[in-house]
């Protein structure tokens, strides 16, 4: 669903003049920054938590190779199969191959961004392959052939009526639109699916390098039935997802919980360590983890930006940016939307394309201030918007700029445009928000252009050291 710049400003402006829209979002983030708040207050110091866990992912990033093996080490010594992604297509056809071998046909999947990054379903099921999506939000969007909405809420721009319309249309069974009715009928729909599905796919939250086991947290325990009940798994999981320890844990599971949706802990927790060992009565018989990078290691090479590969998506910079807050997710294009995804998304899948993104910021530093692993958001943003334009100058703009440049050291030339300025005034008065209006596409077409003053602050200083 890529958008280019100019088909987001046609979005974004409609989304932020839908009002309905905004109070959806509203209603779904109310009571967000309360819970929140009540959560980091049950740390000892949230400020401490923050600055440790961004030490222990700059740990873990800066030392990303010897991380990656001591996981690929122990994962294989307990026979799980790793598999390493180069590309979003690479990964995607490591999971087919997967299918094909096991000669499955349909696959139940848990929630996953990033097989949302790759395009998974899409590329599964032109080759033929059926995926349910198991989360109940990624249900819903999946019904309305739709990507999240939301990081964390992948469904947070519906109401209850639509969810409810949408069930009754597509699965033919919605009583009400009671949010305990509704979980029924989707949980009825999906058991059959775990019970029919040859393979099961998760993504992950964090993977052990310690201990090599990856780590799945989620409040619907349709994780553990993904991974439980098919007898072949899949765990897609990006590089930059590894911790050191087992022990960082401790700290990562209830800043995610917190930072992310306002909770202690997240309901369900679950640690893989590998395929169903003999003597074992459950789990499946086979795993494979597919490590993905996807350019994660051109961002690595990034000394200034590369810290924003230690975000644990928590979505917690989307709930606070008042920019996303306004127009939403689907108006960013982007499987990453919001702060992080104005900052990942021109590194992931190229500036050029992608470059208006790093606008769509007021700069007020929330995303900044609200993330737990301490990202410098606000900052690379500006880095993004110097990065595009020393790559790709826009020349009208560069020579206006330097117009102004001129003229703005220049004495004389100042005073002249001022004068020259003053006395156009009534004629611009005349004009002002009109379509005659030269300065309209970019100003006064939302808002007034402030009247310049019959004095300015030179002459005034002038008069006053005469007098
Ligand atoms: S950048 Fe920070 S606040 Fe935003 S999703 Fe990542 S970890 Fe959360």
């Excluded at 074992?280 to 018989?285: F, I, R, S």
């Excluded at 983890?289 to 998506?313: K, P």
Aim: aromatic letters at 8%.
């Amino acid at each position: 669903m890529s958008r280019s710049a100019s088909q987001f400003k046609i979005h974004a402006n409609e989304k932020a003049r839908d009002l309905r829209h905004r109070q959806v979002i509203r209603t779904a983030l109310h009571g967000y920054e309360i819970v929140r708040d009540k959560c980091k207050a049950s740390f000892q110091s949230w400020e401490s938590a923050r600055q440790a866990a961004a030490e222990i992912k700059w740990e873990a990033v800066n030392h990303l190779d010897t991380h990656l093996e001591a996981l690929v080490a122990k994962l294989e010594a307990r026979g799980t199969k790793v598999h390493w992604a180069s590309t979003g297509a690479q990964a995607c056809e490591i999971i087919a191959q997967i299918l094909r071998d096991k000669n499955a046909h349909l696959m139940i999947k848990s929630k996953s961004m990033t097989s949302e990054e790759i395009h998974l379903n899409d590329a599964l099921e032109k080759a033929g392959f059926t995926v349910v999506e198991s989360d109940l939000g990624e249900f819903i969007m999946q019904l309305r052939h739709e990507p999240p909405y939301h990081i964390v809420f992948p469904s947070m721009n519906l109401t209850r009526g639509e969810i409810k319309d949408l069930f009754q249309r597509e699965l033919g069974d919605a009583p009400s639109d009671s949010p305990e009715e509704l979980t029924m009928v989707a949980r009825r729909f999906l058991r059959k699916k775990y019970i029919a599905a040859d393979v099961g796919l998760t993504g992950a939250n964090f993977a052990i390098a310690e201990t090599g086991m990856i780590s799945v947290t989620e409040n619907e325990g349709n994780s553990r039935l993904t991974s439980a009940l098919p007898k072949t798994m899949i765990t897609l999981i990006g590089i930059e997802k590894v911790l050191p320890r087992m022990a960082d844990l401790a700290l990562f599971l209830p800043m995610l919980a917190t930072a992310g949706a306002g909770q202690m802990m997240t309901g369900y927790n679950t640690m893989y360590s590998g395929p169903r060992q003999p003597g074992e009565a459950d789990g499946p018989e086979e795993w494979h983890v597919v490590l993905l990078d996807n350019r994660r290691t051109e961002l690595l090479a990034d000394a200034e930006q590369r810290d924003s590969l230690h975000c644990i998506r928590c979505g917690s910079c989307l709930n606070v940016c008042p920019v996303f807050r306004n127009i939403g997710g689907h108006s960013y294009g982007t499987t990453y939307p919001g702060p992080i995804g104005a900052v990942i998304t021109p590194h992931l899948l190229g500036l050029k394309e992608w470059k208006h993104l790093c606008n769509a910021s007021s700069l007020c530093e929330a995303c900044s201030e609200a993330c737990p692993v301490k990202i410098d958001l606000h900052h690379h943003l500006l880095q993004n918007r110097r990065n595009a334009a020393l790559a790709l100058p826009a020349h009208c703009e560069q020579l206006a700029y330097k117009i102004f440049g001129i003229i703005a050291n220049e004495p004389k030339f100042w005073w002249l445009a001022k004068k020259i300025g003053w006395l156009t005034q009534p004629l611009h008065r005349l004009v002002n928000g009109s379509v005659l209006d030269p300065v309209r596409p970019f100003w006064t077409k939302t808002r007034d252009l402030a009247p310049m003053p019959r004095e300015s602050f030179k002459d005034w200083w002038k008069k006053r050291k005469s007098n």
